[in-house]
């Protein structure tokens, strides 16, 4: 009787996120409460203008008042908080706390550090309570229609909160939900982060793939638009590459193409940073996102590369290539610069996954990822085989179907990075997935030299060729050191 009229689910924070999940819920059946805080003169009416325009006679109930909001709810109650990350959402726990009652359920869907998660879940359980630390992907299209939802933390509340997040979630092309169970603590929005450090790397290596086909080859707008367009029909067919097709062929309001009066300075909310930081902190290479990162930060540097381009003219040689073959080069390029940088998050999340353990099944974060979210793609499916296979591969790139792409796509790549560093045009992604495919596949690589020059001068000692593995060496180079070696950890 105490849940009678109470809702199904509270959600907190009503900007573009929040909003359309909102929706989402009610229109597959659940009655939802919903909240914005109000800062007078700053944030006032966002509940009252939800209500009375895309809520208004929905199955949604608006809250100013924390309160009344949270005693609306059927216990245990399910309160999904879609803030922006950070600060926000721990002083919302702190507000939440009081009025909660043993058992209740808090979900963090916004995209939140993986280490504020772990804190956030063992101080709500410390309360009684239980945290879920969701990463949503999908944006506004996704929030509405189907995200991709990546839930951890808790393992108690997903019983519970598997419902409703399931029926929000897109469904991949064999029917199953985008969102399956992660792994404890902060893993769920780890994975998310590592989806967003891909979702950066795959930007990157499609607006390279559009800078070589503009400033090699001289394709318009029209003309770029048809080969991804293309390329959409293939193996590359994936949301992004389908939306690039879209933005090209985009009209301006005031005439032209909006690509070409959009500013080329990119923004950045710090989930890329994350994961190359992170990728540090386990000591994996992911190159490709830090590539990436890196790009953005130095696109945001616009005076600085104006001034520098004056001063350093780029050779760029007239467009005499041939478009068929230039456009199949960048075609490898791009794919197999792809495969690199999912193969290297994937071997970041297996770390992470061991460090943690976490006992993460990186099939299903593949399978979860085939629907609603931003990297959404047909080859997916390709990397959830490969890790379902009975022979699992010790990197995503040595499985066998991979093995065979990237034989395949060598040649065109190469050729392509070659042909891009020699008109002086950036390729950072191309080259530095090349790079890193080059160096993996380098039995012997000069780090005998680095180590050597670190024992010079630090007597940091080496392993030797001609000795067991776990065995370290120190060398008086000059002839008058002494025996002390420094310590062989790795940090
Ligand atoms: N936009 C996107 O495509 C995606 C976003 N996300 C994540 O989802 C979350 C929401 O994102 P989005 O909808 O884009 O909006 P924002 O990231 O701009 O977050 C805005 C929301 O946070 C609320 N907020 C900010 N500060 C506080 C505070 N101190 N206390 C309470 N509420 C606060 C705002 O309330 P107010 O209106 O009062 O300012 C508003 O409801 C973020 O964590 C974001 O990273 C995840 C996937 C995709
Ligand atoms: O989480 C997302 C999609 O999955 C967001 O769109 C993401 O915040 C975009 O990141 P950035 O602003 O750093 O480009």
């Known amino acids: 009787m105490a849940n009678q009229n109470k809702t199904d689910i509270g959600l907190i924070g009503l900007a573009v996120m929040g909003e359309n999940l909102a929706l989402n ?58 803030v922006r990350a950070g600060s926000p959402v721990d002083e919302l726990m702190e507000q939440l706390f009081p009025l909660l009652s043993p058992g209740d359920i808090l979900i963090d869907g916004g995209n939140s550090n993986y280490e504020d998660t772990n804190r956030r879940v063992e101080l709500a359980e410390s309360k009684g309570f239980l945290f879920v630390g969701s990463g949503v992907s999908g944006g506004e299209e996704g929030a509405l229609n189907g995200a991709s939802i990546m839930p951890g933390g808790s393992e108690q509340a997903w019983p519970e909160v598997k419902p409703i997040l399931q029926s929000i979630a897109a469904k991949a092309p064999d029917g199953t939900p985008c969102c399956q169970w992660v792994g404890p603590a902060g893993s769920g929005h780890f994975v998310k982060m590592i989806h967003n450090g891909i979702e950066y790397g795959d930007m990157q290596l499609i607006a390279e793939a559009y800078w070589v086909m503009k400033k090699l080859l001289d394709l318009n707008n029209e003309e770029m638009a048809d080969v991804f367009a293309r390329w959409n029909e293939g193996k590359l067919r994936s949301y992004l590459i389908e939306i690039t097709a879209n933005i090209l062929r985009h009209k301006d309001k005031a005439g032209g193409y909006l690509i070409d009066k959009i500013l080329d300075a990119a923004g950045q909310k710090g989930t890329g940073k994350w994961s190359v930081i992170n990728a540090m902190e386990l000591g994996m290479p992911l190159g490709l996102i830090a590539t990436a990162v890196f790009e953005r930060s130095l696109s945001a540097q616009k005076d600085l590369r104006r001034l520098a381009s004056k001063q350093f003219q780029c050779q760029h040689t007239q467009p005499i290539y041939n478009k068929v073959e230039l456009v199949k080069n960048i075609f490898s390029a791009l794919y197999a610069s792809k495969l690199v940088s999912y193969a290297q998050g994937f071997a970041v999340l297996q770390r992470a996954s061991d460090a943690f353990a976490w006992h993460l099944d990186l099939a299903s974060i593949a399978r979860m990822w085939r629907g609603g979210c931003i990297i959404r793609s047909i080859f997916l499916n390709d990397i959830a085989a490969a890790f379902e296979a009975t022979d699992k591969p010790k990197h995503l790139l040595l499985a066998p179907y991979f093995k065979e792409e990237m ?46 020059q670190r024992d010079y001068f630090g007597a940091h000692t080496f392993e030797r060729k001609d000795e067991l593995r776990g065995q370290f060496f120190h060398e008086n180079w000059t002839g008058h050191g002494g025996d002390t070696k420094s310590g062989t950890y790795n940090v």
């Open 25 to 82: 819920m009610e229109s597959k059946g659940w009655h939802v409460s919903v909240y914005n805080r109000t800062v007078p003169g700053v944030e006032e009416g966002v509940v009252d203008r939800f209500m009375n325009g895309r809520a208004k006679g929905k199955n949604i109930e608006g809250f100013t008042d924390i309160k009344a909001f949270v005693d609306s709810i059927a216990t245990p109650r399910k309160i999904m908080m879609m």
């Open 407 to 452: 034989k395949t796509l060598l040649p065109g790549w190469k050729s392509l990075v070659a042909e891009a560093m020699k008109e002086e045009l950036p390729v950072p992604a191309f080259s530095s997935a090349l790079n890193y495919f080059y160096s993996l596949t380098s039995a012997d690589l000069p780090a005998n030299l680095v180590q050597a």
